[in-house]
């Protein structure tokens, strides 16, 4: 592939996503109404598979749309579902550590007591139950029902937004630097992807009260991220396992901090300090199984 044709996509993916946030803020559109999260999910989540359209086209070399959609199966589902597991009960368990037993108020704690609970989701319905024995016990029931239910419905459906990204990252990106070692070919496709997100980081998305701080957390958590996605790219040979587990993630990012207390951004949230401690921990952990070269021509060159 060559360094032209990367360019060309750079300046096609970021001029595209940048300049559709530019136009909503010039114009006052506001970025929970109708207009402004339709604009979001298209052009903007669409820029990079866009980018890989136009610059497939200028560079006259054949994409195979099919290969990136349709080669998915049970078992790879599995494997997105329980990735996506690790990843939350990681960051539980640093929120955990940091916040309930060490005690450190600004990080905010994990609190699944059935009155936060209720609290946090403000459902009439629920709340008659106080009185039962069993009250104590929804928290946790809800919790497990949206892990393992939660999950399938929330990620299939956001997957028809995240497969705009993942064409462009784990699709164009990963084609482009998969002759570089893993850990080099993770790390810039994070930073691409991390500044990538900066004009939604500025205007409050994810990190409402940081977002200078954010945009650097945002890269850091996208880098780190990156090395799970590549594993998971390759040993599935399947973008849309990529955009799976990235429609996961985006679903989990509300209903997870309903069992947060003084919940803190920038420190217990899943692309904040808790988040980025859970994925290089188990980076470190299976380290062998993630960066052991796998030998695996089922994937194709693109460009």
């Known amino acids: 592939m060559s360094k032209r044709s990367f360019i060309i996509w750079i300046i096609l993916c970021f001029s595209i996503g940048w300049g559709t946030i530019l136009l909503m803020y010039l114009n006052n559109v506001n970025f929970d109404s109708f207009i402004g999260k339709a604009l979001i999910s298209t052009l903007f989540m669409f820029s990079p598979s866009i980018s890989t359209f136009i610059v497939s086209k200028i560079c006259n070399k054949h994409f195979n749309l099919k290969n990136v959609i349709f080669n998915f199966s049970f ?38 007591s059935y009155d936060y609970f209720i609290k946090g989701i403000n459902v009439k319905e629920l709340e008659d139950l106080r009185s039962e024995s069993f009250s104590k016990f929804i928290p946790f029931i809800i919790l497990a029902i949206s892990l393992t239910f939660g999950p399938f419905i929330s990620g299939f459906i956001n997957s028809i937004f995240t497969i705009g990204e993942e064409i462009g990252w784990r699709g164009y990106l990963f084609s482009k630097f998969q002759n570089l070692q893993k850990y080099k070919s993770s790390i810039i496709v994070g930073l691409i992807w991390g500044i990538w997100h900066a004009p939604l980081i500025i205007l409050g998305l994810n990190f409402p009260e940081y977002p200078v701080l954010g945009i650097l957390l945002m890269i850091i958590s996208c880098i780190s991220i990156s090395f799970i996605f590549y594993y998971l790219r390759e040993t599935t040979s399947s973008v849309f396992s990529c955009a799976l587990l990235h429609g996961m993630i985006n679903a989990s990012s509300g209903f997870s901090g309903i069992f947060i207390e003084n919940q803190n951004y920038l420190l217990s949230n899943f692309v904040g300090v808790s988040g980025t401690l859970g994925i290089l921990t188990l980076i470190l952990i299976f380290r062998k199984r993630i960066f052991y070269p796998i030998h695996n021509n089922s994937y194709r060159k693109w460009f």
């Open 75 to 112: 078992k790879k589902y599995l494997k997105v579902h329980l990735i996506f597991l690790l990843l939350i009960i990681s960051n539980y368990l640093y929120i955990y550590l940091f916040g309930n037993l060490l005690d450190i108020k600004i990080f905010g704690k994990l609190n699944f």
